[in-house]
Every structure is written in C-alpha cells, then in structure tokens.
C-alpha cells in the first residue's frame, strides 16, 4: 500500500481500513469510489452522479494523454478563456 509521509499519524483506525481496503480495489472501483468520496465533500448538485463524474475524468486523461502521445496541441489559457467567454456569450 503506497502511504503518503505523515497520513498515519491523524488518520483513526477505521479510516485507515477503509483506505487499506479501497487501495486493494481494481483501478474502476477505486476510481467510483474516489468519485463518491469527492462528491461528499462538495455541496451537492442534484445532477450529480458517480457515472457523470467517472465519465469526465475518463475524458480528461484521455486528453492529457494525446496530448502527451503529440496527438494534440494545447492553448494557452488566454485563448481558452476567450473561446469559453465567446461561449457563453453565445447562450
């Protein structure tokens, strides 16, 4: 189990089996899983789901990762700020 330096210390007995346990899932679950936990923690949006969440991540990494292969080129930020502001000025 990979442990970041100092978790151990303020985490309760029941926490830490609970990490232990989800760290001992397959790469989807622990993905649904963190999803879930994730979500708990922001005010809740009624259109919110676990699906939903999943799906979006999926579609960023896929992203990072032609990016990364030089299937794809970047913007920069000023530019991406200009097409999202031309956007929603269009709605």
């Known amino acids: 189990m990979v442990r970041r330096p100092g978790y151990d210390s303020g985490v309760g007995s029941d926490a830490a089996s609970v990490l232990s346990d989800g760290l001992a899932l397959p790469e989807e679950e622990r993905a649904r899983v963190a999803a879930e936990l994730f979500a708990s923690l922001e005010s809740r949006d009624p259109d919110y789901s676990a699906e939903?969440?999943?799906a979006w991540a999926r579609a960023v990494e896929e992203r990072i990762d032609r990016f990364a292969r030089g299937e794809s080129q970047g913007i920069d930020l000023d530019a991406?700020?200009?097409?999202v502001a031309a956007a929603l000025a269009e709605r």
């Not at 991406?80 to 097409?83: C, F, L, V, Y």
């Open 52 to 54: 939903r969440s999943l």
């Open 80 to 83: 991406a700020r200009r097409q």
